[in-house]
């Protein structure tokens, strides 16, 4: 069965360090998002992605967060200036059309330090 | 504001037994209402309901969505400890590209 792949699983970051998280949605999908979640806390959406543009962005996505599809199967989240409160599993997601079931990745844990 | 309330938090039962657990929402523009199993990371796709009174079912779980009362239940039948996870709904914000608000989720505990 088809999967959204995220990479890393894990990372450890200091405080004002960047990162980069990166995801292979499923290839013939269109819509793609990041969702965070803060450990036992609810899954928050961040940014929707749609036709090379952001179609929609959350309060928590800030000038700190950047997204990309810089070729035609990955498609990363930028945080530039890392927070702590940032720690969070980041999830990424697409789905063939809007408002349909999406497909979540395996998330990436990030831990600010 | 847009809200979706999942019932009960938490639950442990032992196995063999059936649960029930809750999700209503208040959502603008109200078109579909989604289930999912979170275990250990991402969350995994149960349901997707749109229409009132129509059962959908998948093994030992169903789901059923009332529109006119606003919440959907989602029921696990004869529980195996493999069913312990985080039971999440979530419904899209109809107006936009597919937004998904989630839900609290319950953490359904099963015990042998």
């Known amino acids: 069965e088809p999967e959204v792949t995220q990479t890393p699983s894990h990372q450890v970051t200091q405080m004002g360090q960047e990162v980069i998280l990166r995801c292979v949605p499923i290839?013939?999908?269109?819509?793609f998002y990041w969702y965070r979640q803060i450990l036992g806390q609810k899954v928050e959406f961040l940014v929707s992605?749609?036709?090379?543009?952001?179609?929609?962005k959350s309060e928590i996505f800030d000038d700190q967060f950047s997204v990309e599809r810089p070729d035609g199967s990955n498609f990363t989240l930028k945080i530039r200036s890392t927070k702590l409160e940032d720690s969070a599993m980041y999830f990424c997601?697409?789905?063939?059309?809007?408002?349909?079931?999406?497909?979540f990745g395996s998330g990436t844990r990030l831990t600010v330090v | 504001e847009d809200k979706v309330v999942q019932s009960p938090l938490s639950l442990v039962v032992h196995e063999g037994d059936t649960v029930t657990l809750n999700c209503s929402y208040e959502v603008t523009n109200f078109r579909s209402l989604l289930w999912y199993k979170q275990e250990k990371k991402a969350p995994t796709f149960l349901f997707m309901l749109?229409?009132?009174?129509i059962e959908k079912k998948s093994g030992r779980l169903s789901s059923i969505l009332d529109k006119k009362e606003l919440f959907s239940i989602l029921n696990i039948t004869a529980t195996q400890t493999g069913d312990s996870a985080i039971y999440l709904c979530a419904v899209p914000r109809g107006s936009t590209l597919g937004r998904l608000y989630f839900g609290r989720g319950t953490q359904l505990t099963v015990w042998p």
């Open positions: 290839s013939n999908h269109l819509y």
């Open positions: 749109t229409s009132s009174g």
């Open positions: 997601a697409s789905t063939p059309l809007p408002n349909y079931g999406y497909t």
């Open positions: 992605f749609y036709n090379n543009e952001i179609s929609e």
